[in-house]
Nanobody, 127 residues
Framework: VQLVESGGGVAQPGGSLRLSCAAS????????LGWFRQAPGKEREVVAA????????YYRDSVKGRFTVSRDNAKNTVYLQMNSLKPEDTAVYYC?????????????????????WGTGTLVTVSS
């Protein structure tokens, strides 16, 4: 079972990047897919998540209106479109899959961890 992220890199403040995460190795029917990030010296935090059906999404407050999470179940892929990037968005971004409700992922991660993780992709926002 694998989650493989791609699309990280360097962007200027105000710029955009699009992350992709390809899932493989098992059926992900019923799994929420989403993104966490971890900045140097900080705790890992959930950024955005989307349900299996795609009819519900979750965003942390600091990225609302700037980031968009989407998924293509035919390709077993989840995306994170990041616009209006800020230096504080600099972090390693991790893809995650879990069957628990996406609204509870922050708590789920803290107390029990997520079911499946990717290895991460670095996003650096700097002028």
């Amino acid at each position: 079972v694998q989650l493989v992220e791609s699309g990280g890199g360097v962007a200027q403040p105000g710029g955009s990047l699009r992350l992709s995460c390809a899932a493989s190795g098992r059926s992900f029917v019923g799994y929420g897919l989403g993104w966490f990030r971890q900045a140097p010296g900080k705790e890992r935090e959930v950024v955005a998540a989307i349900t299996w059906s795609g009819d519900s999404t979750y965003y942390r407050d600091s990225v609302k209106g700037r980031f968009t999470v989407s998924r293509d179940n035919a390709k077993n892929t989840v995306y994170l479109q990041m616009n209006s990037l800020k230096p504080e968005d600099t972090a390693v971004y991790y893809c995650a899959a879990d069957q628990s409700p996406i609204e509870g992922w922050e708590t789920k991660y803290y107390y029990r961890g997520m079911e499946i993780w990717g290895t991460g992709t670095l996003v650096t926002v700097s002028s």
